[in-house]
Nanobody
Framework: QVQLIESGGGLVQTGGSLRLSCAAS????????MGWFRQAPGKEREFVAV????????LYADSVKGRFVISGDNARNMLYLQMSSLKPEDTAVYYC????????????????????WGQGTQVTVSS
């Protein structure tokens, strides 16, 4: 059974940094894509970043490009999101997600293309 557990959220001031972590277990094979999404109150869940687990290829939303970095630790089955230069508009619940359907050469960015989700971790950026 696939489980994704996020951690690392919190309250930070504008311009600050946070690193989110996602512990993954039960993944059935070694090649897949993992992503981060976020959802602010009253808004739809939106794509943040995705990484191909075997190649390390990444894709970012324009709103976070240059500020956020997605990475993975294959040996520990950990996914990370390093967030810098945070803005109030980054405030949201952040979710870790796994795409196990493939094809994995395509880095997907829609929530309905991901099969498994964590419970989310709150990030609040104060102005």
């Amino acid at each position: 059974q696939v489980q994704l557990i996020e951690s690392g959220g919190g309250l930070v001031q504008t311009g600050g940094s946070l690193r989110l972590s996602c512990a993954a277990s039960g993944l059935p094979f070694s090649s897949y894509n993992m992503g981060w999404f976020r959802q602010a109150p009253g808004k739809e869940r939106e794509f943040v970043a995705v990484i191909n687990w075997s190649s390390g290829r990444t894709l970012y939303a324009d709103s976070v490009k240059g500020r956020f970095v997605i990475s993975g630790d294959n040996a520990r089955n950990m996914l990370y999101l390093q967030m810098s230069s945070l803005k109030p508009e980054d405030t949201a619940v952040y979710y870790c997600a796994a795409d196990l359907r493939g094809p994995f050469l395509i880095l997907k960015s829609k929530a309905n293309q991901f099969d498994y989700w964590g419970q989310g971790t709150q990030v609040t950026v104060s102005s």
